[in-house]
């Protein structure tokens, strides 16, 4: 391994489609930390929607599309709990009978991390030159939480952020109600979920939401605006990389984009 | 009863239009998760007794015929009777059939969710005998002609004035202006009318926790004494267990039990714990007559074989549905099954069928809380997922989403022409959302936009821009 470990940077479809910002600032944390970036362009989805929607077929015919990009690198790191969870812990399940990619499978998956976390647990890393001096909360992704112990990694290096104040939810670790297609198979229940959770995030008094997963985030700003709160969402890497100077998830711009 | 599980939507709508129901589950799921650390911090070998509670469980699975003839021989030998069902049927008219040999007017029923699975009551009833639940959720819900709504708080979905109402409807002989405020003064009336009820009964039925192979006994875990009397006071004790619940040695069971109540209720062990063996013994002061154990396997045996069999290590404590987000937005009746929550969208696809069941795997956002809290370390989400490859195959969800999701997959799996629709896709919605930031509507999205603005595209995909700002670091 040289001593710049390379990594592929698996931007998640969400990133790539709504908010390229949060990808750019990935790449710029995991230079800061020492590593090479690279984005292999063919990449897509991981395939999750598919796989949790029972078409095992498809979403493994994406996995090995993925795995295929991704075996080259060091490390594959996702700004995603979800994502980075599907190609660690799942893919491994899903091509376990694939004479050629079983074994692929788990060799990318044993090299792949959450963003975060692959920061303070693999890098070691806490150089955080960034300033977000507001009153903020964070959301703990349920993907992130369970499948990948991500808990103190976040709050570590927020901790860094000049003038940053973190105020706790109540139940930082309960679902938003997101859960990929879940929300539109059974909206009036994605709606009660994120509702609680809307109420727990405008009770800190916190100016601003972040989170690791930009699915939680789109869900949470989508109600905020809709119910007219003025908390703004942000992915947590904006603002750890010192790049959230556009809108936030969802907020207007001036229209020169 | 009456399975409504392809209903779920529409009881999930009716469910959260129910305010009493609502402040009802909130206070549930709020006692459970304030409860839990507290429950986990006291124990520091908490994992370590979920690792041995499951190691348990999966011996005893890898080698149930042999645990449950033991268990068969262990009983006859105490003086009582096993008898082996197969399905609902059977298991009722067995039990129909001694509550005839004996001339039984009157059941007494301790609490257990398998007999709600083969629908005892109902069945018993219309033969002819008096059936009286006694663990007071059961005997409220008896009351209320309604099915338990938790695995082990059977009414959790009423509010205190719900059943106080419910006594003035029913208890009428008594003073219409007593007062029944207090969750006490509801507790000694109920014990006051059930106790007429456990001297008169004939027949006791019970379920049991936990049945012991090496020694033939059961195990019955209640806070109210109910389950004491109703297997002790009547001539005949008929016990309903599923074959799942045998553990090997009494050391299992009670490794068991350090995790059972801990995570139903948050207790550290209940009130009563009670281990009984066969028949009365000339020398013994109390106990049935009669002991007769009905072991039931309906769909039991099939699991075993298949991917589901972890969920057979189930102990029924309800920590999956205390912890559930989903659960605690609708509660246990809008799975329209006999077990709601997690552990219902595993075990009612499989007690009733797929085809009966399929939206209940399909209704979690796979937080997976469910896992994070099952003592037994079922992997619930996972086996949703197994539901939902089967339903999937089965072509039993044809909706809107599946034909979008067939189309999307198809794109995934070409790079260059999802690239080029992201790219009209994108300039399509930034052209229409970007001065608000937001799309209140957009078609084909209402599932999103019902409840939410969609956030407007930043703009370009992160792969163009990530291309033309930093050429030559894309990988080989």
């Given at each position: 391994m040289t001593a710049r470990p390379q990594v592929g940077l698996f931007a998640t479809c969400l990133v790539d489609l709504y908010r390229p910002s949060v990808g750019f600032a990935a790449a710029s944390l995991l230079e800061k930390a020492g590593c090479d970036v690279a984005v292999p362009t063919a990449q897509v989805c991981c395939g999750q929607p598919a796989y949790n929607a029972g078409d095992r077929k498809s979403a493994a015919a994406i996995a090995r599309q993925t795995i295929s990009l991704f075996e080259e690198f060091d490390y594959v790191v996702a700004p995603s709990g979800s994502c980075a969870g599907m190609l660690r812990h799942h893919y491994p399940d899903l091509l376990a009978d694939d004479a050629d990619f079983a074994t692929r499978a788990s060799a990318v998956a044993d090299r792949t991390w959450e963003l975060v976390s692959f920061l303070t647990d693999i890098r070691g890393w806490s150089g955080i030159d960034a300033s977000w001096p507001k009153g903020v909360t964070y959301h703990d992704a349920c993907s992130g939480l369970r499948e990948l112990g991500i808990k103190v990694q976040p709050r570590q290096l927020l901790e860094k952020v000049a003038g940053l104040e973190l105020r706790e939810l109540d139940a930082p670790d309960v679902c938003c109600g997101f859960g990929g297609t879940f929300c539109v198979k059974y909206p009036e229940v994605s709606e009660a979920m994120v509702d609680d959770k809307i109420d727990d995030i405008v009770a800190t008094g916190a100016a601003t939401v972040l989170s690791g997963d930009l699915g939680c985030l789109m869900n949470i700003a989508g109600r905020l605006s809709r119910r007219g709160e003025a908390v703004e969402a942000r992915h947590i890497a904006e603002i750890l990389a010192g790049t959230a100077t556009g809108p936030a998830i969802g907020g207007a711009d001036d229209g020169q984009g | 009863m009456n399975q409504t599980s392809l209903d779920f939507s529409k009881n999930a709508a009716r469910a959260q239009a129910d305010a009493d129901l609502q402040s009802a589950l909130a206070k549930l799921q709020r006692d459970t998760r304030l409860a839990r650390p507290v429950i986990t911090g006291r124990l520091p070998e908490f994992e370590d007794l979920r690792d041995r509670a499951v190691a348990i469980k999966d011996h005893t699975l890898a080698h149930l015929d042999h645990y449950l003839e033991t268990f068969e021989a262990n009983v006859t030998d105490a003086g009582g009777h096993v008898h082996w069902c197969n399905d609902a049927g059977d298991a009722r008219e067995t039990i129909l059939q001694i509550c005839n040999n004996v001339n039984a007017k009157t059941v007494g029923k301790g609490k257990s969710m398998v007999s709600e699975e083969i629908a005892l009551n109902d069945y018993l009833i219309a033969n002819g005998l008096e059936v009286v639940e006694t663990d007071?959720?059961?005997?409220?819900?008896q009351l209320r002609e309604e099915t338990p709504s938790h695995v082990v708080m059977p009414a959790i979905h009423l509010k205190k004035e719900q059943i106080a109402d419910t006594f003035r409807d029913h208890h009428t002989t008594l003073d219409p202006d007593r007062p029944l405020d207090a969750p006490s003064d509801m507790t000694e009336e109920a014990r006051t009318k059930l106790r007429e009820k456990f001297l008169s009964a004939d027949v006791g039925i019970t379920g049991a926790n936990m049945l012991i192979a090496e020694t033939g006994s059961i195990v019955v875990v209640t806070n109210e004494g109910n389950g004491d009397l109703t297997q002790t006071l009547p001539r005949v004790h008929?016990?309903?267990?599923?074959?799942?619940?045998?553990?090997?040695?009494?050391?299992?069971?009670?490794?068991?039990?350090?995790?059972?109540?801990?995570?139903?209720?948050?207790?550290?062990?209940?009130?009563?714990?009670?281990?009984?063996?066969?028949?009365k013994r000339p020398d013994d002061l109390d106990g049935p007559e009669e002991f007769h154990l009905i072991l039931l396997d309906n769909g039991r045996t099939k699991l075993l074989e298949g991917e589901f069999r972890d969920v057979l290590r189930c102990i029924r404590c309800g920590a999956c549905q205390s912890a559930c987000p989903v659960y605690g937005a609708v509660g246990g009746h809008a799975y329209g099954g006999v077990y709601g929550g997690p552990i219902g969208a595993v075990l009612t696809p499989a007690l009733d069928g797929i085809d009966k069941a399929w939206p209940l795997p399909e209704a979690s956002s796979f937080c997976g809380n469910c896992e994070a809290v099952c003592p037994m370390r079922i992997p619930l989400p996972g086996l949703m997922r197994r539901w939902r490859d089967i339903a999937h195959t089965q072509k039993l969800n044809k909706t809107g989403a599946r034909r979008g999701l067939a189309l999307w997959a198809w794109a995934a799996q070409h790079p260059a022409l999802y690239r080029f629709g992201a790219r009209i896709s994108l300039r399509l919605l930034r052209t229409v959302g970007r001065r608000r930031g937001y799309l209140r509507r957009l078609p084909l999205a209402g599932g999103w936009t019902a409840a939410r603005d969609l956030p407007t595209p930043e703009g370009g995909t992160f792969i163009d821009r990530w291309q033309k700002e930093m050429p030559g670091k894309t990988g080989s």
């Open positions: - | 007071l959720g059961e005997y409220i819900l008929i016990v309903i267990a599923a074959i799942e619940k045998v553990v090997p040695r009494v050391d299992d069971a009670l490794s068991i039990l350090r995790i059972l109540a801990r995570s139903a209720t948050g207790q550290e062990i209940t009130c009563y714990t009670t281990v009984a063996t066969g028949s």
